[in-house]
């Protein structure tokens, strides 16, 4: 039966009640065979999954292929939005396409940006996996590498005017940057699941329960943790 989702790249995950479109040559078999067996960002979506409706509007950092994207607007109430930030233009066919499989009368906006505080643009690497694509930090021009536009987390809730949201993270480390520089910004964040990852960010090695304390000192209380992707409430 895997060899036939693999062949036809629409990938039932029937754990969560959702359908994956992966017809793409930046989705790995791996990561494939990860949503057949309901492993993939399984931490995310058993978060998401417990929620009756969504009543808030929703920014998501990093949405792949939007997995999680379509449980989060399985969710939703018709009356919010769904703000989808992906660096990757090689995978916002995906999130549409599954947006629509699993979804039709969501309200969302996609941005194709990298999140980032430090440039307006930056070198991203695109990998032929959706999860290992990441930004250059050095001066070489790679080969596969894309010049795209940076966003704040600021300039996603001022332009679309959010009194308050629900903040859905999973970019590789670069959380770190937004919960530095973007402190005023996630006073407004009402809730917070996030993947944490041990970064290096200005000369300084920032560690997962560092970066967790830091963020219970932003007045978040911790509400439930599996492996390294946390939720957080005020």
């Known amino acids: 039966m895997l060899l036939y989702?693999?062949?036809?790249?629409?990938?039932?995950?029937?754990?969560?009640?959702?359908l994956v479109e992966t017809d793409n040559r930046f989705v790995s078999n791996r990561n494939i065979a990860k949503l057949?067996?309901?492993?993939?960002?399984?931490?995310?979506?058993?978060?998401?999954?417990?929620?009756?409706?969504?009543?808030?509007?929703?920014?998501?950092?990093?949405?792949?292929?939007?997995?999680?994207?379509?449980?989060l607007a399985s969710k939703l109430s018709r009356a919010n939005c769904l703000y989808l930030v992906e660096a990757n233009p090689n995978l916002i066919p995906l999130i549409i396409n599954n947006l629509k499989v699993n979804n039709h009368s969501v309200n969302y906006e996609i941005l194709n940006k990298v999140v980032g505080y430090d440039h307006e643009e930056v070198r991203f690497v695109v990998s032929n996996n959706n999860t290992e694509s990441k930004i250059l930090t050095t001066e070489h021009v790679h080969e596969e590498s894309l010049l795209q536009p940076t966003i704040e987390l600021k300039d996603i809730v001022e332009n679309y005017d959010l009194k308050d949201y629900i903040l859905v993270s999973d970019i590789e480390g670069a959380e770190v940057e937004y919960l530095i520089h973007d402190t005023e910004?996630?006073?407004?964040?009402?809730?917070?699941?996030?993947?944490?990852h041990?970064?290096?960010?200005?000369?300084?090695?920032?560690?997962?329960?560092?970066?967790?304390?830091?963020?219970?000192?932003?007045?978040?209380?911790?509400?439930?943790?599996?492996?390294?992707?946390?939720?957080?409430?005020?």
């Open 5 to 18: 989702h693999l062949y036809n790249r629409v990938i039932p995950v029937k754990r969560f009640g959702l």
């Open 36 to 71: 057949y067996w309901g492993i993939y960002e399984s931490a995310e979506l058993r978060m998401v999954d417990q929620y009756e409706i969504i009543d808030r509007d929703v920014i998501e950092l990093g949405s792949s292929i939007g997995v999680v994207s379509s449980k």
């Open 185 to 196: 910004t996630l006073s407004l964040c009402k809730e917070l699941i996030i993947e944490l």
């Open 198 to 234: 041990e970064t290096i960010y200005e000369g300084r090695n920032f560690r997962i329960g560092e970066l967790h304390s830091i963020i219970v000192n932003l007045g978040f209380n911790l509400t439930n943790r599996i492996g390294n992707v946390f939720h957080y409430k005020r």
